[in-house]
């Protein structure tokens, strides 16, 4: 593995030793949903993991490299939302043109596991 697939999977295992993201069960949805262009919505704190959530979701759909502007046959383009994101009743207000091309909207939070009795 390189060196960027390392620094990749420690911050992801460094997120899910503290947070349920189920990231597998994301990538499920966007193949099952066969999803073209993906909306990831992240609070501030999880803003320097976004990047690295990203490659792993590129990486797991066959998704579009960086830079290409065309949706690739396979997989699908990912946005960033960079603006608040205050709970889950904070949607993103994006521009009509883009709000109906968007297949999925991902919400991560910073609710912390449930303890178990």
């Known amino acids: 593995t390189t060196t960027h697939e390392q620094q990749l999977l420690q911050q992801l295992e460094e997120l899910q030793e503290k947070y349920d993201f189920d990231l597998a069960g994301i990538v499920e949805s966007i193949k099952q949903e066969k999803a073209k262009l993906v909306l990831l919505q992240f609070p501030d704190g999880f803003k320097p993991y976004s990047i690295s959530i990203v490659d792993y979701f590129r990486e797991k759909t066959k998704a579009a490299p960086l830079g290409v502007h065309q949706i690739p046959e396979c997989g699908c383009i990912f946005l960033v939302w960079f603006s608040s994101c205050y ?24 609710n912390n596991l449930m303890p178990s009795y």
């Open 87 to 110: 709970g889950a009743c904070d949607s993103p207000v994006l521009p009509k043109g883009i709000e109906r091309d968007i297949d999925l909207i991902f919400q991560f939070g910073h």
